[in-house]
C-alpha cells in the first residue's frame, strides 16, 4: 500500500479520540434486519493472536500451521460449537495486523478467509504491534536475570521491555479501522465482534509469584493494555461492531487472583496446561461464554442451552457512523519512532510475537 506520512496518522487518531460522541447502547431488540437470527449451519472466521490460538492448550488443533498454535480448546472453537457454525479459524499466535491484511510468510492474510457468505467474524488482534504479550516475557526474563546474578549465576541476555511511540498506537488503531473497513466490504451481512485482551497483570502493588516481574515493567504493560483497550473501543464504535470487553471481566482473574484465567509465568512451570502468559482452559471458556452472552442478547439463538446467565461487563452495539476511507501502511517510520524500538517493521522483533 503507498505510504501515509506520521502527521496524517496522528491526527486521524486524535480526532477520532476526541471528536467521537459518547455512544449509547442499542436496545437488545434494536437489531440489524439483514443478519440472521440462527447462525447454526453459517460460516464464521476468527481472527487474531495467540489469546485467540490458544498455543499449547490441549489438546492442539490438527490442520492449521504448526507455528500458530491453534487449540481444539480456544475460544473461537468453544463459540462455533454453542451455535452450530462452520468455523474457519484463522487464528495465529505471533500475528500482527500487517499479517491480517497481508501475507506472513506462507500463511495467507487471515482476512481472506473472509467472504459475502460469512456470517460471524471474531476479532483478538493488535496486541503485538504494540509487544504487549512480548513485553511480559522479556519483563519476566529480565527479573529472574536479575535474581540469578544476585545468587552469583551468570548474566542472561533478554529482550527490551518496549514503550510504543505514539506512532504506533496510531498505526495500530488506523490498520484495525481497515480491518474492520475491509470485513464489512467483504461479509455485509457478517456480524463483527472484537474481542479485548485479557488483563494479565493485577493492580499496583499486587504482583506475586506467578506474576515475576518488576512493578516498573509492570507499569509500562498495564499502560499498553489500557491504550489498546481504547483503541479498541474506538474501532469497534466506529463501525458498529459488537465490544466484548474481556479487558474488565478478567481484571478479578488474573494469575494472582484465586481463580485465574491466565497462566502468569509459575516458577518451574512444564507447560502443560498452555503457554506460559496466555490464557487457560478457564480463560477461553469464559471469553466464548461472555461473547456468547452477547450474541445472544442481539437475538441470535445458541444450539447450547448452557450459557451463562450473569451479564458480564458492559459491551455496547452501536449504529455505525461512516465508514472510513482506507488506511494505508507508512512507507517509512519518522526518526521518533526508530529510536525507541517499534514491535512492528523490526524483523527481530518476531521472537516477542505471541
Known amino acids: 500500500m503507498p505510504g501515509i506520512r506520521f ?12 471528536a467521537m460522541p459518547a455512544v449509547q447502547a442499542r436496545a437488545d431488540a434494536d437489531v440489524v434486519s439483514t443478519v440472521d437470527d440462527t447462525l447454526a449451519g453459517q460460516r464464521y472466521v476468527a481472527i487474531g493472536s495467540s489469546f485467540a490460538a490458544g498455543p499449547m492448550l490441549p489438546p492442539a488443533k490438527p490442520g492449521g500451521p504448526a507455528r500458530c498454535g491453534q487449540s481444539m480448546s480456544n475460544y473461537p472453537t ?25 501475507p506472513w510468510g506462507d500463511i495467507p492474510p487471515q482476512i481472506n478467509a473472509v467472504t459475502s457468505q460469512t456470517r460471524l467474524v471474531t476479532l483478538t488482534i493488535g496486541g503485538n504491534d504494540l509487544n504487549y504479550v512480548g513485553n511480559l516475557f522479556n519483563a519476566t526474563c529480565a527479573y529472574r536475570a536479575r535474581q540469578s546474578l544476585a545468587a552469583g549465576g551468570k548474566p542472561r541476555p533478554c529482550g527490551a521491555v518496549k514503550i510504543p511511540t505514539e506512532y504506533d498506537y496510531a498505526r495500530d488503531e488506523m490498520q484495525l479501522m481497515e480491518i474492520a473497513r475491509r470485513i464489512r466490504t467483504q461479509a455485509p451481512r457478517a456480524r463483527i465482534v472484537f474481542v479485548q485482551y485479557l488483563t494479565p497483570l493485577p493492580a499496583p502493588g499486587k504482583l506475586c509469584a506467578d506474576t515475576p516481574i518488576s512493578e516498573e515493567h509492570a507499569a509500562i504493560i498495564r499502560q499498553i493494555g489500557v491504550r489498546l483497550a481504547d483503541i479498541t473501543t474506538r474501532v469497534a464504535s466506529a463501525n458498529g461492531a459488537l465490544l466484548v470487553s474481556m479487558n474488565q471481566s478478567s481484571a478479578t482473574h488474573t494469575p494472582c487472583d484465586t481463580v485465574p484465567w ?3 509465568s509459575p516458577e518451574g512451570y512444564d507447560g502443560r496446561m498452555g503457554l506460559q502468559w496466555h490464557l487457560n482452559f478457564a480463560g477461553m471458556e469464559a471469553t466464548a461464554n461472555d461473547i456468547a452472552w452477547w450474541l445472544t442478547r442481539t437475538g441470535v439463538k445458541p444450539v447450547k442451552p448452557n450459557l451463562p446467565q450473569v451479564a458480564p461487563p458492559p459491551a455496547p452495539l452501536v449504529t455505525p457512523p461512516p465508514v472510513p476511507a482506507p488506511t494505508t501502511k507508512p512507507a517509512t517510520k519518522p526518526a521518533a519512532a526508530t529510536t525507541s524500538g517499534t514491535a512492528t517493521g523490526n524483523s527481530n522483533s518476531n521472537r516477542n510475537r505471541r
Open 7 to 18: 502527521s496524517r496518522l496522528a491526527a486521524t487518531a486524535i480526532a477520532l479520540c476526541c
Open 78 to 102: 468453544l463459540l462455533s460449537e454453542y451455535f452450530g457454525m462452520v468455523l474457519t479459524d484463522r487464528s495465529c499466535s505471533g500475528a500482527t495486523t500487517d499479517n491480517v491484511l497481508g
Open 262 to 264: 491466565l497462566i502468569g
